[in-house]
């Protein structure tokens, strides 16, 4: 475990040191703002109920954040216990302001992958992949800004994933005549 912390903290302080621009970091900073409390998958799941045709794809959005929410805030958290990068690891600077709960797993990430690729596997190409290219985007926020190690963002991401199987394969289950939108 050693090892992969101290793997973990050479990697942010890499990103820090070789990617990390000033002109970046206010919009890294909005971009993971999107991840805050799942707000912006919970708002474009939830403005999805409000049509016909992509309501089963806004609920299922909305299970898989619910399943991800459980498996991550509310158990994995809490047991993990997990300090944050920028309090161990020598010379990492955090941008933005400090998290008030545990580290691992991302909760940013898993809520990003598992609303994007609900919306991957659901909506048109165009907007799923569009969807899931920013799910992506926003887990790399968490590194960039210091706040995650890299195992804690690919745990979001397995979780989110796994989320995201589980709610469409739920869905399914309940109506197997429902398919991908084109």
């Known amino acids: 475990m050693e090892f992969i912390t101290q793997l973990d903290g050479a990697v942010l302080l ?4 070789y990617l990390r621009k000033d002109f970046l970091n ?31 794809i806004g609920l299922t959005g ?13 158990w994995l958290k809490n047991m993990v216990m997990r300090v944050r990068p920028y309090e161990v690891v ?8 400090k998290a008030h709960d545990f580290s691992f797993p991302s909760g940013h990430s898993t809520a990003s992958i598992a609303a994007s690729t609900v919306f991957l596997m659901m909506m048109p190409k ?8 920013l799910g992506i985007f926003i887990c ?8 995650h190690y890299p195992t ?9 994933f796994a989320a995201a199987f589980l709610a469409v ?14």
């Open 62 to 74: 909305l299970l898989a954040l619910f399943i991800g929410f459980l498996i991550t805030n509310l």
């Open 152 to 160: 804690d963002v690919l745990a979001g991401m397995v979780i989110g």
């Open 26 to 56: 206010p919009i890294i900073t909005f971009i993971t703002s999107l991840g805050d409390a799942g707000w912006f998958w919970i708002l474009l799941s939830a403005l999805l109920l409000f049509t016909k045709k992509y309501r089963k």
């Open 140 to 147: 790399f926020t968490r590194l960039y800004i210091g706040i």
């Open 126 to 133: 165009k907007f799923g992949i569009a969807a899931f290219l």
């Open 169 to 182: 394969w739920i869905v399914k289950k309940k109506d197997p005549s429902f398919e991908k939108i084109s």
């Open 14 to 17: 890499w990103i820090q040191e």
């Open 90 to 97: 020598e010379g990492l600077t955090l941008i933005g302001r």
